[in-house]
């Protein structure tokens, strides 16, 4: 195994460029990790990198924006260490039937020159719908999870812009609704769950994890530059089957990577030495 590289950043600074309270998610368990401060800043507009009620357009990539933040964060408070969060959402990988989120956490250190990054995936709370009438908007609520998760309103074929954002009581919705019919030239309104993360708690808990596999993975150090950021990065098939021993899909070894110098290690699958035949294609084709 790796050796602990938790203490390469005890007593560093951190900038955290956000303005939607995710320095709340992550500070305790970062500080607590690797000893750590975090320094906040919400001296910059977010909003100006992406939206996603899309009166901005994200440009490039969620990685993109992740690092774009996290240097921003480095350049307005001085610091060589910085931290981003960005969010994707949009339907899961599977069936492509559930709303799904992803999210990742990305770590820039300019002085030894490396970048670790933290992911997390899972079912989103984010449904949306155009509705016409205040029956319908009680019916919707309940999928949308409100009033613990946020929602946004707009007038149906509104011009983007006008959007009525954080809608968190039952009496702001109804105010906030009503508002935005008289906007609307046929009635409907467009009414979809707060994306931010101060607003969604399921999307605050897979921040969290992101943030602890960020952490895991800063703490392992590399076998052969000793630099945090040796991770697993995938897994080679191949397991053998228990009845005909032939090979299976299910991972036979572990490959992991540092970030820094590239260093690779191969490692066998602990305390598997076989695969259910159930598994097997030639046994259960």
Known sequence: MATCAGLVYQGSQVAFLTQHGKEHLVRDRLEASLGCQLVHTAAYDTDLLGTFTKEVARQGSQLDAARAKAQIGMRLTGLHIGIASEGAFGPDPFVGFIPWNSEVLIWVDQQLGLEVQGF??????SV???L???????????HANFPSHGLNLRPEHADAGE?????????ALTQAFHVAQTQSAEGG???ENDLRAFSNPT???LIRQAMDDLIQKLRSACPQCAKPGFSLTKKSPGLPCRACARP??????????????????QRAVERVESADPARCNYCNP
């Open 120 to 125: 997390a995936h899972g079912p989103a709370q």
């Open 128 to 130: 949306q719908r155009t």
């Open 132 to 142: 016409h009438t205040l029956d319908e908007l009680h019916s919707f609520v309940g």
């Open 163 to 171: 959007w009525q954002k954080g809608i968190c009581d039952t009496q």
């Open 189 to 191: 309104v467009v009414v």
């Open 203 to 205: 999307r605050q808990a």
């Open 248 to 265: 299976t899909q299910l991972p036979l070894a572990e490959v992991w990577q540092c970030v820094s110098c590239n260093f690779q290690e």
